[in-house]
């Protein structure tokens, strides 16, 4: 049964993934597997290799946690192919009810991530500061630029890096350098030098970046969740459904001004993440085993 909370778990951080805006890493946050993500993915390294080499396959794969990332990278992998189609359709003809759905996942998980801490003024601090980087990233204005070689191993280490931090989507911060649609060409054209640096930076980034909040959350551990914490709160300012050219609306005032606001929908929609987002953090307790240590009844 933990191998499929684990595939759920993945499913739930592709469909983020595809959106722009959303991340998956905010959904491993959310969901309770952030931290054993980061540590599978740090001990990616070269301890792996020379268990690989040695021909200590079992070993190397208990040492990566491979299991744990073949279930999650395989719900990931499947979700992205699944539902790319329907959430590109959606972002382009339905897109409040789409952005209402993620904004009430995250906003049902809130209570859950804040009741995680205890607080205190040194990490409130720490959450406004995560508040206030999430906002601004958001707030970044898309540039257009001709790239040079040596950005695409940037990029793909940027983006990578954005991927698997809470509240940030790798494909935003693509989109705000300029970078999203000089790799977009590379993949439509195969342009295989541009992508190998691109794959490359990730796979930099990756290793390097996920070693960090590892290494932060090992010896600073509620400090660095209270940071988290913030940047997911501050990614809502960028999901909010209703807004134009970061002008955000209410409901009826997006109506009047801009135009059909797909209120009812969007409503459906929000109680449908508040929903999932329910099902999901209870995902453990349904699926565990049956308890074997119910009381016996008393003698008579």
């Known amino acids: 049964m933990q191998f499929l909370q684990w595939i759920i778990k993945g499913l739930a951080m592709g469909a983020a993934d595809v959106v722009p805006g959303v991340s998956g890493g ?32 079992k070993a190397m794969w208990q040492y990566v946690d491979g ?7 395989g719900g990931i992998l499947f979700s992205v192919f699944t539902l790319a189609g329907i959430i590109s359709y959606l972002l382009v003809h339905r897109p409040i009810p789409l952005w209402a759905l993620f904004f009430a996942l995250i906003i049902t998980a809130l209570p859950h991530l804040c009741r995680s801490l205890r607080w ?19 707030m970044l204005t898309p540039q257009e ?10 990029a793909g280490a940027v983006a990578i890096c954005a991927m698997i931090l809470p509240g940030i989507s790798g494909s935003f911060i693509l989109l705000m350098s300029g970078m999203y649609a000089p790799v977009l060409l590379a993949v439509t054209e195969l342009q295989l030098g541009v992508l190998a640096l691109f794959m490359l930076g990730c ?14 959350l090992q010896h600073y551990h509620d400090a660095s969740l209270a940071l988290l914490i913030g940047i997911v709160i501050g990614a809502l300012y960028r999901i909010w459904p209703w807004q134009v050219a970061q002008q955000l609306y209410l409901p009826w005032h997006y ?33 565990k085993p049956a308890s074997v240590n119910a009381k016996p009844a008393a003698n008579e």
């Open 26 to 57: 905010t959904l491993a946050f959310i969901l309770g597997i952030y931290e054993r993500l980061l540590g599978a993915i740090s001990h990616c390294n070269i301890q792996a290799v020379k268990l690989l080499l040695q021909g200590r396959v």
């Open 67 to 73: 299991t744990f990332l073949l279930c999650l990278f």
């Open 120 to 138: 205190s003024v040194w990490r409130l601090l720490l959450c406004a500061l995560g508040i206030l980087f999430s906002v601004l990233v958001g």
């Open 145 to 154: 630029l001709q790239p040079q070689s040596w950005m695409f191993f940037v």
């Open 203 to 216: 796979i930099v980034g990756l290793l390097s970046f996920s070693r960090l909040l590892n290494w932060l």
């Open 255 to 287: 109506a009047d001004s801009i135009g059909p606001a797909d209120a009812l929908l969007a409503l459906i929609c929000a109680l449908a993440g508040v929903i999932v987002m329910l099902l999901l953090l209870n995902l453990e307790k349904w699926l």
